[in-house]
Nanobody
Framework: QVQLVESGGGLVQAGGSLSLSCAASGRLFSINALGWYRQAPGKQRELVAVVTSGGGTNYADGVKGRFTISRDNAKNTVYLQMNSLKAEDTAVYYC????????WGQGTQVTVSS
């Protein structure tokens, strides 16, 4: 089993910044990819950003240029720096890992007030 523990999130005004982090532990093998998804009320869970073991990144169109994903392989930790936040970024953000299986964190709330 792999455990993902998220931290960060909270309430911020539009235009502000927040950062999220997620540490993976447990029966880790090679982590192929780490990332973040989000789910807003009444909407499906959607990809925010993913980073591969080689450092390649992929972002949702709506966050490009505002969000930055990074990872520390030695710490098995992934980070999400969110700048220029908008009200539509309000959602529960979930950490995600692909390590011989798909794993999810418990989610952390991000609320952006307009």
């Amino acid at each position: 089993q792999v455990q993902l523990v998220e931290s960060g999130g909270g309430l911020v005004q539009a235009g502000g910044s927040l950062s999220l982090s997620c540490a993976a532990s447990g029966r880790l093998f090679s982590i192929n990819a780490l990332g973040w998804y989000r789910q807003a009320p009444g909407k499906q869970r959607e990809l925010v950003a993913v980073v591969t073991s080689g450092g390649g990144t992929n972002y949702a169109d709506g966050v490009k240029g505002r969000f930055t994903i990074s990872r520390d392989n030695a710490k098995n930790t992934v980070y999400l720096q969110m700048n220029s936040l908008k009200a539509e970024d309000t959602a529960v953000y979930y950490c995600w890992a692909n390590s011989r299986g798909i794993y999810w964190g418990q989610g952390t709330q991000v609320t952006v007030s307009s």
